[in-house]
């Protein structure tokens, strides 16, 4: 049996400025969840992912914290308009970016909102293990740091566990590769996180790779923005191959002709479909559908169980034919 991906109504209880362009969101709401892990909203006819920074641990409240991007018109919004009380439609939690059951250092790079399930994950850390916890920060300047009081008061009341760095771009240029070396330095047997900007990540991964960290060890959290779907490539640039995708969703079906690398939910696009997804990243499972006939294979999946997809569900935003018939059915 699927999980449940639906929406559910959640209330706002309050909410706290974290600094100029975040804001904490926290929510009335019986879902249970892991730190680390995000729920995906319903706002202005646009889905978004947003991380719980809150821990189940030792939060009476699941919080996601919410960064404004310039020009972004849900998170614009969500800070504009939202007050105590209103409601969201958000799904149950998800997300692969949760703490591993072992006893080696937790060490995480987060670069600006990119500490939100870091924030989370510490938290749940050292409350609930006694790991060494390392965590490098990465922002423009002191008044651009979420949870700063908060994780100075963490470090303050575990010395002996937690070392935290803070780095200032205004103050110290760009996080350097000595910076990510030093973090690591006497933790390369631990669990490492990484969340924040795309460029800061590569770097981060870059060094740890260079320092022998397994892809197994390494945690990687995207934020990526949801845009408009992508316009499909001119039937001239798509290349045709034998057989046919159908797709069935809210009751309607429709086939149409495979298309050489491309993924099911963008022939669901294709055939006319308007298909749920949010991060098209393999980390949400939003677009998850099932398999009724034939085989995909999934490029990325950090969000369906070995269950689930022996069950027949796929992430369609990563799911590529594999045979000449597939059937896919979205579940309403």
């Known amino acids: 049996m699927a999980r449940d991906h639906g929406f559910h109504p959640v209330r706002i209880t309050r909410i706290v400025e974290e600094t100029p362009d975040a804001r904490t969101f926290a929510l009335d ?9 995000f729920v995906t909203v319903r706002v202005c006819g646009s889905l978004r992912s947003y991380s719980m920074s809150s821990s189940p641990d030792v939060d009476d409240e699941l919080c996601v914290t919410v960064k404004r991007v310039p ?10 308009e939202l007050r105590a009380g209103d409601t969201l439609e958000a799904t149950l939690p998800s997300g692969s970016f949760c703490l591993r059951d072992n006893a080696t250092p937790m060490v995480a790079f987060a670069g600006g909102s990119g500490i939100t399930p870091v924030f989370s994950l510490v938290k749940s850390a050292l409350a609930t293990t006694g790991r060494e916890v390392r965590v490098l920060t990465a922002n423009q ?7 700063r009081d908060a994780l100075d008061n963490l470090a303050h009341r575990h010395p002996d566990r937690f070392r935290l760095h803070h780095h200032l771009d205004d103050r110290q240029g760009l996080v350097s590769a000595d910076e990510i ?3 690591a330095a006497g933790a390369l047997d631990g669990d490492f996180y990484v969340c924040g900007p795309e460029p800061y990540m590569a770097l981060v991964r870059g060094e740890l790779a260079g320092l022998g960290v397994p892809d197994e060890r390494l945690l990687v959290e995207r934020f990526t923005p949801v845009g408009a779907p992508p316009a499909p490539a001119p039937e001239t640039d798509r290349v045709r191959q034998e057989g046919t995708v159908t797709i069935t969703l809210r009751g309607d079906q429709r086939t149409v002709p495979q298309r050489a690398g491309e993924t099911l939910i963008q022939t669901a696009r294709r055939a ?3 298909p749920p997804f949010s991060c098209e990243a393999g980390d949400c499972a939003t677009c998850m559908a099932r398999i009724t006939e034939g085989e ?3 490029r990325v999946n950090n969000a369906l169980d070995e269950d689930e997809v ?6 369609t935003c990563q799911g590529e034919p594999i045979t000449p018939q597939v059937c896919v059915v979205y579940d309403d």
């Open 310 to 315: 022996a069950e027949g569900w796929v992430l």
């Open 296 to 298: 995909a294979k999934m």
């Open 272 to 274: 006319g479909f308007t």
């Open 141 to 147: 300047d002191a008044d651009s740091v979420i949870f």
């Open 29 to 37: 709401t019986w879902f249970p969840y892991q730190a680390g892990q």
């Open 71 to 80: 020009g972004g018109v849900v998170s614009s919004w969500m800070h504009e």
């Open 181 to 183: 070396r030093a973090v």
